[in-house]
């Protein structure tokens, strides 16, 4: 295997010669122990070869550590190619980021990994799309945001799919239990609403509209299921809220029932918060009260 030198990271003023799998980085070591505490730990140990570092005898990380690709990305963080410009972290390359991060970790690099967590939480629009492993990535980093937990809660609790064996696997038992106590919450917490508001307003409603708002009710949180051709064109992606307006086929009923749906969200969403912070709601009429 042919060993070359790093494109942008072989600098000719550095004085420490790093080989990560088969690409050669010439850095600063003052640099690298400012920022990681396994370089800080190995240069405060005395060595008696004064040649390691060097161009004639490189330090090799071991590929358990670090890939050279890892090390690449690692390295444009550590040196920007011009002041106050950051690198693109994006949930569309949460897989890459995923390689990063365990690097972090066996490089010791705690405020690295802490910039990487908070700006993957900062791309809201694309946390959709990769829910389960953010949420995974909450649960195996301490320095993951509260806010990004928060987030991977809410879509999943309110997600009309269900929990799929993919997601499953990458919850793994503790954040699979998490989420499906909320998601349970959630629609127990919303039934147990609604019971309360049409008992409040039964002497309102005839007799010939009873029937309205529970039904919508039912089509918002009932779980899609594939009948093959027959299955409906709604999105099971989609949080069950966002169709709930359309579930309401009578429109003398539908005045009570978008406000309902509003209800709703806020409901589900102080649900969501209360788990966030670690006191899941045991008596829901207490939640609903709240």
Same mark, same amino acid.
């Given at each position: ?11 000719? =003023? ?5 080989? /990560? ?37 490189? @330090? ?16 444009? +963080? ?8 950051? @690198?693109?972290?994006?949930?569309? =390359? @949460?897989?890459? &980021?995923?390689?990063? +991060?365990?690097?972090? /970790? ?41 806010? +990004?937990?928060?987030?991977? @809660? ?14 499953? =696997?990458? +919850? ?6 998490? /989420? ?15 019971? =309360? ?36 064109? /709604? ?21 009570? &029932? ?33």
């Amino acid at each position: 295997m042919s060993i070359s030198q790093s494109d942008k990271f072989y600098f000719p =003023r550095g004085d420490l010669v790093l080989q /990560v799998e088969n690409t050669l980085f010439k850095l600063h070591q003052d640099i690298l122990v400012r920022h990681s505490g396994f370089f800080e730990d190995m240069f405060s140990t005395p060595t008696s070869d004064d040649t390691e570092g060097t161009e004639k005898n490189p @330090l090799v990380l071991p590929s358990d550590l670090c890939s050279a690709r890892s090390f690449t990305i690692l390295c444009k +963080l550590l040196y920007p190619p011009k002041m106050g410009y950051c @690198l693109n972290i994006s949930v569309k =390359r @949460l897989g890459e &980021w995923e390689h990063v +991060l365990r690097a972090t /970790v066996a490089l010791q690099m705690g405020d690295t990994r802490k910039m990487i967590l908070t700006k993957l939480d900062e791309d809201t629009p694309n946390i959709k799309s990769d829910t389960a492993r953010l949420l995974r990535l909450y649960l195996d980093y301490e320095e993951a945001p509260p806010s +990004l937990r928060s987030a991977c @809660l809410r879509i999943l609790a309110c997600r009309r799919k269900q929990i799929t064996p993919d997601e499953v =696997r990458i +919850l793994g038992e503790e954040g699979t239990c998490l /989420v499906n106590h909320v998601r349970e919450a959630v629609r127990e917490n919303l039934s147990l609403h609604l019971i =309360r508001t049409l008992q409040r307003s039964k002497d309102l409603v005839s007799a010939q509209h009873a029937e309205c708002i529970p039904i919508a009710f039912s089509r918002m949180l009932r779980t899609p299921v594939d009948k093959g051709p027959q299955k409906t064109n /709604v999105d099971d992606t989609q949080d069950i809220f966002q169709p709930a307006l359309g579930y309401m086929l009578c429109q003398v009923c539908s005045v009570q &029932w978008k406000p309902a749906v509003e209800s709703f969200k806020i409901l589900s969403a102080r649900i969501v918060d209360r788990y966030n912070k670690g006191a899941p709601p045991v008596d829901t009429s207490q939640v609903l009260m709240a």
